[in-house]
Structure formats: C-alpha cells, structure tokens
C-alpha cells in the first residue's frame, strides 16, 4: 500500500471532468436532499481509460491518501476547519506544495489476513529526510511494537516523483521489524527511467566528466608533443576529434550499464561526459 501526489495524469483536462462530473453532482445532490453537510467528502476515484470513475464516497480523509494530502497542505487547517464551520471558505486560498510527496505502508506479515501483534519496531530514530506516520502501534517503556495491520506511513517530499520515492524507500531499508512487509513499487508506472535519472545535479555529473575528458585531453597532447608517440607527433585537429570520438563508447557502455541497474549517479556522471566529449569534438571540428 502506498500513495503518491500529485499524481502525474491528473492534468487541467481531466480534472474540469472530475469537477462537472462529479463534485459538482455531489454537492447538488447534497442540496436536492436538504443535506447541510460540514467536513470532509472524500472521492475514492479510479482512470478508466482518461475518464475519472467514483468507486467510493467518504465523509473522511482516506488513508494512506491522507499521508500525502496533508504534508503538502501549507495553510492553517484549522483555519479551514473554523473557516468551513462559518461558511467561509470561499473566501480562503488553500495553498498547497508544489514538491511531490510520497508514502508508503509497512504492514504486518500476513496482512491483510491473520497477522501477529508485539513485534519491537526498530530503527525509528534513524530516520532523518522522511516522516513517519504511526498506525498500528504500540508504545512500552520508551520502545514501539507492532499492534495491527497498518504498522507505520513512511512520508517523504522531492522535487521529483523519482526522488521523493527513492527518500521513502531509503528510510524504509533503516526501519526493521519481523515479518515486515510492504509494496516495492508505489509510483514507479509514472516514472520516465531516462528523464527522472537525467533531471536533478545533471550539471554536477556534467562538470565533472567534462574536466575529466578535458585533462585527459591535455595528457594526449602533451604526450604527443613531448615526442613519445613519434608516429603521431604532427597530430591535427581531424585526428584529435577521433581520438575524442573514443571516448563516447565507455561513457555511453556506462550510462546505458548504470541506467539497467538503477544507479542514478553513475547515469548522470556518464551523461554528463557524453556531453562533455561531444562539445570537444565539435570544438575541434569548427572552432580550431
């Protein structure tokens, strides 16, 4: 179990349909049948082929949807409460965070059927870039125990959807109890592998290969015009921009190498030197 927001194909299109489909329905329906109704509707919606169904009504927050719902709400809620009670809320802008915002649910074993209670919880205070909601737990001489299905919501922001999964699931690995169980892949259908890898520190990985090829180029030349490669010494710019050429396949091996195996840094280093090479070499060809 887990949650995601935004989530990445709720665009303006889809949601002026949940809007005149459905919202607005509702709260007509509320008036057709003299409903005064202060708080929370909650709409359990499923995509259906780019059309928004109703599967479930509320009159609370959802859960874990509540775990990546309210993290991201920057107003007052209190203020929206008193604002709801006395017919106000027109008149307040709910301000939300623009990050991303992810949970994930570490469940007992066995849940949701027969699962055992009393398991020490491990690992809590490590947690520093995620917060940790508590669900089924219990509290006993300064330690946390299981005591239900639902066990902990690990919460954590990003400014990608990429990155803020990568701080649940790294917080995650910290926390231990036995027979823990949760899902491994909350959010990974909205992600673009090539995209998200590229996106954040690029110029770091970019900068780094860049002085790497650049000194490597440096060492050629002065290898070559300290006459140590006699049949090369009279090197020209045609030939410099093919030794560079080189150097784009063990950049490339490992960018596609890293990308396989999720290694994100390494992807972005690797990328960063197939630019790095490719702006010499066009430097060479043109500017020389």
């Known amino acids: 179990m887990g949650c995601i927001s935004p989530v990445p194909f709720v665009d303006e299109d889809m949601m002026e349909i949940v809007t005149s489909e459905v919202i607005e329905p509702t709260i007509q329906g509320l008036i057709n049948r003299n409903i005064?109704?202060?708080?929370?509707?909650?709409?359990?919606?499923?995509?259906?082929?780019?059309?928004?169904?109703?599967?479930?009504?509320?009159?609370?927050?959802?859960?874990?949807?509540?775990?990546?719902?309210?993290?991201?709400?920057?107003?007052?809620?209190?203020?929206?409460?008193?604002?709801?009670?006395?017919?106000?809320?027109?008149?307040?802008?709910?301000?939300?965070?623009?990050?991303?915002?992810?949970?994930?649910?570490?469940?007992?074993?066995?849940?949701?059927?027969?699962?055992?209670?009393g398991k020490l919880i491990e690992g809590l205070n490590d947690i520093k870039d995620s917060k940790v909601f508590h669900a089924g737990t219990i509290e006993s001489n300064t330690q946390f125990y299981t005591n239900g299905g639902r066990v902990l919501a690990v919460t954590s922001y990003g400014n990608t959807l990429d990155r803020?999964?990568?701080?649940?699931?790294?917080?995650?690995?910290?926390?231990?109890?036995?027979?823990?169980?949760?899902?491994?892949?909350?959010?990974?259908?909205?992600?673009?592998?090539?995209?998200?890898?590229?996106?954040?520190?690029?110029?770091?990985?970019?900068?780094?290969?860049?002085?790497?090829?650049?000194l490597t180029y440096f060492l050629i030349n002065k290898y070559v015009n300290l006459g140590q490669m006699d049949v090369i010494t009279h090197i020209d710019k045609s030939m410099e921009a093919r030794m560079l050429q080189l150097a784009i396949l063990p950049n490339a091996g490992l960018f596609f190498l890293a990308l396989h195996y999720n290694k994100e840094k390494i992807a972005k280093g690797a990328f960063g030197g197939l630019i790095a090479v490719g702006l010499l070499i066009v430097y060479l060809w043109f500017f020389r």
């Not at 006395?86 to 849940?111: A, F, H, I, P």
């Not at 999964?165 to 959010?187: A, H, P, T, V």
């Open 164 to 214: 803020a999964l990568k701080k649940s699931y790294e917080s995650i690995e910290k926390i231990k109890f036995d027979k823990m169980n949760y899902r491994r892949d909350i959010g990974y259908e909205f992600i673009n592998p090539i995209e998200e890898k590229l996106k954040d520190h690029f110029i770091i990985g970019f900068i780094a290969s860049l002085l790497l090829t650049g």
């Open 36 to 117: 005064d109704y202060n708080g929370f509707i909650y709409l359990g919606l499923i995509n259906v082929d780019g059309q928004p169904k109703v599967i479930e009504y509320n009159c609370r927050m959802g859960d874990p949807e509540t775990e990546v719902v309210m993290p991201r709400l920057k107003s007052d809620l209190v203020e929206l409460f008193l604002a709801s009670k006395n017919n106000l809320l027109k008149q307040v802008k709910v301000e939300l965070d623009e990050r991303y915002c992810v949970t994930v649910m570490l469940v007992s074993g066995g849940y949701p059927l027969e699962y055992q209670k």
